[in-house]
């Protein structure tokens, strides 16, 4: 095949052709992804079970002939169904835009230029251009390639690359193993082998997480309690009025008090509204469940090349072993058509996609006195394979053959005629150039050439003719990078297949923490389990790692209970992103297969993101315990408030009903699902040590706090409501004064629950451009149910004078803000003894 250094023989389709296409043949799509229809939306909310409580209860009214109240349910029902709805359609909203961004690109050949467009544009007779790493995007016939295999186990189950020729069809969704084709598409979405088979591109739905099980669990644990409770009011109403109906009225207020039915609600609002603000930093989350993981992340293990440094390689120096001289790159233009830098040329792709073959075209370029690459062509290769790796070229031209093959220093050695006085001296020079951050290739020419070529490019005579060694700097600011990582209590760990020397240089510079020692991928495979594992607790680099090495740290760093999120970008990349709780690939230079194992894909490569997904699972994380903390607080004072006057049979037992509970439920239910949900991060958060992922959803003393809070503010509205009563006022007025003080305890709790450790002089300047919403709506609720005659005679309220305003108003200020001096008494402690959290 002729090489070439750009696709300027292909001219491609130009726009009126593509529109023609797009018209007739549609997006290159399996599925067409519609939102689900509003009917079936309705349908899984009339099956929650707050909305058929809702339905025995207006039922009951109108058997009852309350009509009204009855209307007042069927209103409440409206209400539940469009805040359900809103809440459904605004997280997949979410995460519909989310998968925009994760769209997969193409290379395609269009009006005679090369451009990258989301690989649903394809149409037929496009021409593309896939290379190794990359799902190949649709059915195509190769019109030229380089070096390329595809892996069809997608297709036949068969896991071994297949070599494909120009003539012959690749079929949508393999892999490309290795190289680079030119391709002209012929059969797009719907139409395509793959979609005949049946066979879906998306992944398998996930595993609820350990959050989610605690949560799940959480809510069981509260529907139990209220199928308890409803059975103890109910049975006490029944015994003391015989009355079936109305005691299973109030039985299911106490049931619709209990049900925490916007915890569900809160996790998936958080999870998909969390994942659609990463996206727009440039941070793209699979599934929105990951973002639960990034908070917990305790190990980060990372690889060197494009993540810890820049990916643009250059050439750095070449050592020619023939003439026994190393040569910096600066000196090359003293030494021109030097042989063992035109050799590792020669054994690089034609058309280079790598950084490090790139630098080795230039710096040919740049060092030859004529350039012969248009002069040659590639009569045979052998790819990159084998551990450690090698790949051979050969080229010819009329009578002349180049075989040219380039690697790994101690594979080229091995089949290179040394002797062992010689080996060690160029084993210590490889050392010596990695020593200084360099990545070092051996590089070989065949000494005779064979009438035919052997099966394994090892078998060649080989002739070794030097070292080429290329420098790839650490990124700018990857010691700021690392120091977030270090203060948020993450351990970090570097594994590269490069030298030992190059990876400790490079970790030195970069500001990684490490005590000097490092393992090797052979030692990783060869080393029990057990000693593995210890092994692992201590050890920061890892070097001349492969694909089953990697995934054997990743796997024994999980066994210890590490938390891990792995960084990669290749095709061998795969299993150990997949093994990996947090697997992440860089956006720009990943290939297809490892965004597809990653769970967070980082757009434009950048490891600071990283840092920034983190202090966002840690800021969605504890933001939710607030939403969940607030909701257990708020719903013991309901509880109570409707339980206990009948368990003291007290003369006015039954004060609120399904109507008094629905409105709070409409106030609580955005509160803890938007409002918390767009809160600021909290200051120190990352530099908090990880959680524990196995722990319970909260420490007893956050759960005994909230408890306390609800208690308290339960107190505080018995105690008006018991005030009221003694007092001889009517059961209205004592209905009004229960519940106004109920009302404003939960606006104020909603104000001091904003931190549990920050005080309210401090959290009033968080910006959240909710806040203002949420108290004027508060406001005007509590102005209509004062002063707008229709709402006050709906809920069965009395309009109460100031003086009992502002009694209603001190005792909710009092029930709710003593938590403040808690805080107060609390950031003394820890200030005198840290250990106390």
Not at 547 to 563: D, H, R, S, T
Not at 712 to 720: E, H, S
Request: aromatic share 8%.
């Amino acid at each position: 095949m002729k090489k070439e250094n750009n696709n300027q023989a292909f001219q491609g389709l130009n726009r009126q052709q593509v529109a023609s296409r797009q018209k007739r043949f549609g997006k290159n799509a399996l599925y067409s992804g519609r939102a689900r229809h509003i009917f079936r939306m309705m349908w899984d909310v009339a099956r929650e079970p707050m909305f058929l409580i809702l339905v025995v209860v207006c039922a009951i009214y109108f058997f009852l002939g309350n009509t009204y109240e009855g209307q007042i349910m069927l209103f409440a029902m409206a209400m539940v169904v469009i805040v359900s709805i809103y809440q459904e359609v605004r997280s997949a909203n979410a995460i519909r835009s989310l998968k925009k961004y994760t769209q997969s690109t193409i290379r395609l050949i269009r009006d005679g230029e090369e451009v990258r467009l989301p690989a649903e544009e394809l149409v037929p007779d496009d021409i593309m251009i896939v290379s190794e790493g990359e799902t190949v995007p649709a059915d195509a016939e190769v019109l030229r390639q380089n070096d390329f295999s595809v892996d069809e186990s997608i297709m036949t189950g068969e896991s071994m690359p297949v070599f494909r020729d120009a003539g012959e069809a690749i079929l949508q969704g393999t892999l490309v193993a290795s190289g680079l084709c030119t391709a002209r598409v012929t059969q797009t979405g719907a139409r395509t082998e793959l979609a005949r088979l049946g066979k879906s591109m998306e992944s398998i739905t996930p595993e609820k997480s350990l959050l989610q099980k605690q949560v799940s669990a959480f809510v069981q644990r509260m529907a139990l309690v209220g199928l308890l409770a409803f059975l103890l009011v109910f049975g006490i109403n029944y015994l003391s009025t015989f009355d079936l109906v109305v005691s299973l009225l109030f039985g299911l207020v106490m049931t619709m008090s209990l049900i925490p039915e916007e915890i569900p609600v809160a996790f998936s609002s958080f999870m998909a509204i969390g994942a659609y603000r990463m996206s727009k930093i440039g941070l793209l989350v699979k599934q929105p469940i990951t973002v639960e993981s990034l908070g917990s992340a305790s190990v980060i293990c990372l690889d060197k090349t494009g993540t810890i440094t820049e990916n643009k390689m250059s050439l750095a120096a070449v050592y020619d072993f023939e003439k026994d001289s190393l040569i910096e790159a600066a000196d090359m233009g003293r030494y021109p058509d030097n042989p063992v830098l035109a050799c590792a040329m020669w054994a690089s792709e034609p058309l280079p996609f790598d950084p490090m073959e790139k630098a080795l075209h230039q710096a040919y370029l740049q060092n030859a006195a004529l350039d012969a690459r248009d002069q040659f062509q590639m009569a045979h290769e052998y790819p990159l394979d084998g551990q450690p790796p090698m790949m051979t070229h050969i080229w010819r031209r009329n009578e002349e053959t180049i075989i040219a093959a380039k690697g790994a220093v101690e594979r080229i050695l091995a089949h290179s005629p040394l002797s062992n006085s010689q080996t060690e001296k160029v084993e210590n020079i490889t050392r010596g150039l990695a020593g200084k951050g360099f990545r070092v290739l051996g590089v070989a020419r065949a000494a005779s050439i064979p009438e035919s070529f052997p099966e394994r490019q090892d078998d060649f005579e080989w002739r070794f003719l030097g070292l080429v060694a290329l420098y790839d700097p650490p990124k700018k600011g990857i010691k700021d990078v690392f120091g977030q990582f270090y203060e948020a209590g993450i351990r970090v760990k570097m594994i590269t297949g490069d030298y030992a020397e190059t990876a400790l240089t490079i970790a030195g510079e970069s500001g990684m923490r490490h005590d000097g020692h490092y393992l090797l991928g052979e030692a990783v495979l060869n080393m029990p389990a057990e000693k593995l594992r210890e092994t692992v607790r201590t050890t920061d680099i890892f070097a001349r790692m492969f694909p089953e090495a990697k995934l054997k740290v990743v796997e024994a760093l999980k066994a210890n209970g590490q938390i891990v999120a792995m960084t990669g970008d290749g095709v061998n990349d795969g299993p150990a992103l997949r093994a990996a709780h947090i697997g992440v690939a860089m956006g720009n230079r990943g290939a297809d297969i490892a965004k597809k194992a990653a769970a967070l894909v980082i757009t434009d490569d950048k490891l600071e993101k990283m840092a920034e997904a983190i202090a966002n699972g840690r800021k969605i994380y504890h933001n939710l315990k607030k939403a969940i903390r607030y909701i257990i607080s708020i719903h013991i004072p309901i509880i109570l408030v409707v339980l206990m006057p009948l368990l003291l049979n007290w003369d006015y037992r039954n004060l609120f009903s399904p109507v008094h509970i629905i409105f709070l439920e409409m106030i609580m239910g955005p509160t803890c699902s938007i409002f918390f949900e767009n809160e600021p991060m909290e200051q120190g958060v990352m530099s908090q040590p990880p959680r524990d992922p196995s722990a319970s959803l909260f420490s007893w003393r956050e759960l005994s706090g909230s408890i306390l809070q609800g208690l308290i503010i339960a107190a505080g509205v018995l105690g008006a409501y018991y005030w009221a009563m003694a007092s001889g006022m009517s059961e209205t007025y004592t209905r009004t004064m229960a519940f106004i003080t109920l009302t404003i305890s939960n606006i104020f709790l909603t104000l001091v629950n904003r931190s549990f450790r920050e005080t309210i002089f401090t959290t009033i300047r968080y910006r959240n451009n909710l806040l203002p919403l949420m108290l004027g709506a508060s406001v005007l609720l509590l102005v209509a149910l004062q002063f707008v005659p229709a709402v006050r005679e709906t809920f069965h309220l009395s309009r109460l004078s100031p003086q009992l305003w502002l009694v209603c108003a001190a005792i909710a200020f009092a029930a709710v803000f003593w938590f403040e001096g808690y805080k107060v008494v609390m950031r003394k402690q820890q200030a005198t003894n840290p250990a106390v959290r």
